[in-house]
C-alpha cells in the first residue's frame, strides 16, 4: 500500500497546501484521491520519468562564470502548484497595470529628442511633474539614447514582460522583480506541463487549462509589433544567439510553438524594400517582427552574412517602417532595481489608478534621504547594485557575517548610488518531493504578459512557478494549475 504523502508533513500558516492542521486547503482538494493513490512511491517514480524524459529534450538552463558556460538540468517537482481563481484574477491585473504602466514611462523617457521639438525643458513629463528626479532617468546606467530610433512611431517598447510576484504568509500577492529586456522562462512552463502530463497521466489530466492555449496570445501580441505598414497577417520569426545563450531550449521551444522561423545573426538578410528575411533550412522568409531573445548588448557583437553589424541593420529596417522589434531595445531603463521603487508612483501618474498589487518595501539609495533611512539597517536588509540584472550581486544581510557586513557597510557608503536596500519579504510554500518525502519549499510566479493596441496588456495564463530545492540543488520548477 501506498505511503501516505502528506504524513508527517510540517505544515505552516505560510503554506499553500496543508493547513497548520495538517489537512488539505480548499484549493489543493481536487489532487488529494490521485496524490493518496500515488503515494509516496508513485510521486517518486513520476519524478524519475520526468527528469528522463526532461534531459531527453534538453529542458536545460545555462549561466556563464569566467568565461565558460554550465548547462544543467532544470527539474521539474511532479506536485503542482494551484492558484485559486481569485488570486489568479487579482494577480493578472496587477501585472497588466504594471506593464501598462512601464510602457507609458519608456515611451515618455525614450520620446524622441526628449519631448517635442522646441521645447526648451526637454525631460520627460514625469520629471517635469516632479514624480521622478531628473537623474534617475536622465543618468540611469540603463538608459540607451540610441534607443529612441530602434521603435516605430507609437509601438509598445516592451511587447512581452514579466513580473515576478510572491505570495506572503499573509495570502497577499506582491511584485518582487520587473523584466522587460527579454523575459524568460515562458517555454519553460509550456514545457513543464507537456513533462507532467506524460509522467502522471491520471493526475495532469484534472488540470483545469492547458499553457498551450496562451500561445496565441502570445502570437497577437507580437504581432501588434509590426510596423503599420505591415501587409496582412505580421510574419514572425525569433532571433537567437544559438547554443551559447542560457535559455536555448526556450528559444526552439517558442519558435516552435510559434510555428515561426528560428534565427541567428548569420541569417538574418536585408530586402530591397528596406526591410530584413531571415535564411532557415535554405529558404528565405520575409519578416515583420522578430522576437528578439538576448540581450541589447551584443546585438553590435553579431555580423550579419553582408558583414554589416546585426545592431545597425535592424535599426535600419525599423526605420524604413518595416520591421517591429520585440522587445525593443533599451528596456533596462524599466526594470533596473532602481526604477522598481518608483512603479507605484508611475501607475499613479501615467495611468490615474492605484497599485493594484503591492511592492516590495526599497529604497534608491543615490537619494540621500533615503540612505539616511537606512544607513544602520543593512543588517536587516537585502542589498542590490542597481546594475545587478537576474540578481547578480545581491547580498543578503541577515546571512552576512560581522565581516562581511563591515565589507558591505564600507562599499556602499563609499558609492551609495550604485545600490538599492530592500525589505526582506518572505514566500509561501508549497509540497516539493525533496529526498523521499514532501517538505514545504518556498515559491515565486513568473508572469507574462503582452502589450496590446492602445496602451492595453493581457496577461497570459502561462506562469511558471520556481521553487528552491535547498541544500545547494538551487532551483526547480512546479506545473502551475489556473483554477477559474
Known amino acids: 500500500m501506498s505511503r501516505d504523502p502528506f504524513a508527517g508533513y510540517p505544515a505552516s500558516p505560510a503554506d499553500e497546501a496543508v493547513s497548520p492542521d495538517g489537512l488539505l486547503r480548499d484549493t489543493y482538494a481536487l489532487l488529494e484521491p490521485a496524490l493518496q493513490r500515488l503515494g509516496i512511491e508513485g510521486l517518486t517514480t513520476a519524478a524519475d520519468v520526468m527528469a528522463a524524459e526532461r534531459q531527453t529534450r534538453e529542458v536545460n538552463v545555462g549561466s556563464w562564470s569566467d568565461g565558460r558556460q554550465t548547462v544543467r538540468p532544470f527539474p521539474l517537482d511532479p506536485v503542482p502548484r494551484v492558484v485559486a481563481a481569485a488570486d489568479w484574477v487579482q494577480v493578472a491585473a496587477g501585472?497588466?497595470?504594471?506593464?501598462?504602466?512601464?510602457?507609458?514611462?519608456?515611451?515618455?523617457?525614450?520620446r524622441a529628442a526628449g519631448r517635442r521639438r522646441g521645447d526648451a525643458d526637454r525631460a520627460p513629463e514625469i520629471v517635469r511633474a516632479g514624480v521622478l528626479p531628473?537623474?534617475?532617468?536622465a543618468h540611469s546606467p540603463g538608459r540607451h539614447p540610441e534607443a529612441v530610433g530602434q521603435a516605430w512611431p507609437g509601438q509598445p517598447r516592451a511587447t512581452v514582460a514579466a513580473v515576478d510576484v510572491l505570495r506572503t504568509p499573509s495570502?497577499?500577492?506582491?511584485?518582487?522583480?520587473?523584466?522587460?529586456?527579454?523575459?524568460?522562462?515562458?517555454?519553460?512552463?509550456?514545457?513543464a506541463r507537456e513533462s507532467a502530463r506524460a509522467a502522471l497521466p491520471e493526475l495532469f489530466d484534472l488540470a483545469p487549462a492547458d499553457p498551450r492555449d496562451a500561445v496565441p496570445v502570445l502570437r497577437a501580441g507580437l504581432g501588434v509589433a509590426a510596423p503599420p505598414s505591415c501587409p496582412g497577417s505580421p510574419r514572425i520569426a525569433v532571433l537567437t544567439a544559438g547554443e551559447s545563450d542560457n535559455y536555448w531550449f526556450e528559444h526552439r521551444l517558442l519558435a516552435d510553438a510559434l510555428g515561426a522561423p528560428l534565427a541567428r545573426a548569420s541569417d538574418v538578410w536585408p530586402r530591397l524594400d528596406g526591410g530584413v528575411?531571415?535564411?532557415?533550412?535554405?529558404?528565405?522568409?520575409?519578416?515583420?517582427?522578430?522576437?528578439?531573445?538576448?540581450?541589447?548588448?551584443?546585438?553590435?557583437?553579431?555580423?550579419?552574412?553582408?558583414?554589416?553589424?546585426?545592431?545597425?541593420?535592424?535599426?535600419e529596417a525599423v526605420r524604413s517602417?518595416?520591421?517591429?522589434?520585440?522587445?525593443?531595445?533599451?528596456?533596462?531603463?524599466?526594470?533596473?532595481?532602481?526604477?522598481?521603487?518608483?512603479?507605484?508612483?508611475?501607475?499613479?501618474?501615467?495611468?490615474?489608478?492605484?497599485?493594484?498589487?503591492?511592492?516590495?518595501?526599497?529604497?534608491?539609495?543615490?537619494?540621500?534621504?533615503?540612505?539616511?533611512?537606512?544607513?544602520?539597517?543593512?543588517?536587516?536588509?537585502?542589498?542590490?547594485?542597481?546594475?545587478?540584472?537576474?540578481?547578480?550581486?545581491?547580498?543578503?544581510?541577515?546571512?552576512?557575517s560581522a565581516a562581511e557586513?563591515?565589507?558591505?557597510?564600507?562599499?556602499?557608503?563609499?558609492?551609495p548610488y550604485r545600490f538599492v536596500a530592500q525589505e526582506p519579504v518572505e514566500s509561501s510554500t508549497v509540497p516539493t518531493l525533496v529526498d523521499g518525502t514532501l517538505q514545504p519549499r518556498r515559491v515565486d510566479l513568473r508572469m507574462f504578459s503582452v502589450a496590446g493596441p492602445g496602451g492595453s496588456a493581457e496577461a497570459l495564463r502561462a506562469p511558471l512557478t520556481r521553487v528552491s530545492l535547498g541544500g545547494g540543488a538551487g532551483r526547480g520548477s512546479k506545473d502551475t494549475w489556473l483554477l477559474g
Open 321 to 400: 517602417g518595416r520591421l517591429g522589434l520585440a522587445n525593443v531595445p533599451g528596456n533596462e531603463l524599466a526594470d533596473d532595481t532602481a526604477t522598481f521603487a518608483w512603479v507605484p508612483a508611475m501607475i499613479r501618474f501615467y495611468l490615474g489608478e492605484e497599485s493594484l498589487i503591492g511592492s516590495v518595501p526599497t529604497w534608491v539609495l543615490a537619494d540621500e534621504a533615503q540612505w539616511a533611512q537606512v544607513r544602520d539597517r543593512l543588517h536587516e536588509l537585502v542589498v542590490k547594485p542597481v546594475a545587478g540584472y537576474g540578481g547578480r550581486g545581491t547580498v543578503f544581510g541577515p546571512s552576512c
Open 134 to 137: 531628473e537623474w534617475a532617468v
Open 405 to 415: 557586513l563591515a565589507s558591505l557597510q564600507a562599499e556602499v557608503a563609499a558609492a
Open 171 to 191: 495570502g497577499t500577492w506582491t511584485a518582487a522583480a520587473d523584466h522587460l529586456r527579454v523575459p524568460a522562462g515562458l517555454g519553460y512552463a509550456l514545457a
Open 95 to 110: 501585472v497588466e497595470q504594471r506593464h501598462r504602466a512601464l510602457n507609458a514611462f519608456l515611451a515618455d523617457a525614450y
Open 277 to 315: 528575411e531571415v535564411s532557415v533550412g535554405g529558404v528565405r522568409h520575409p519578416v515583420d517582427v522578430l522576437y528578439r531573445r538576448f540581450d541589447d548588448g551584443v546585438l553590435s557583437a553579431f555580423r550579419t552574412p553582408i558583414g554589416q553589424s546585426l545592431d545597425l541593420l535592424l535599426t
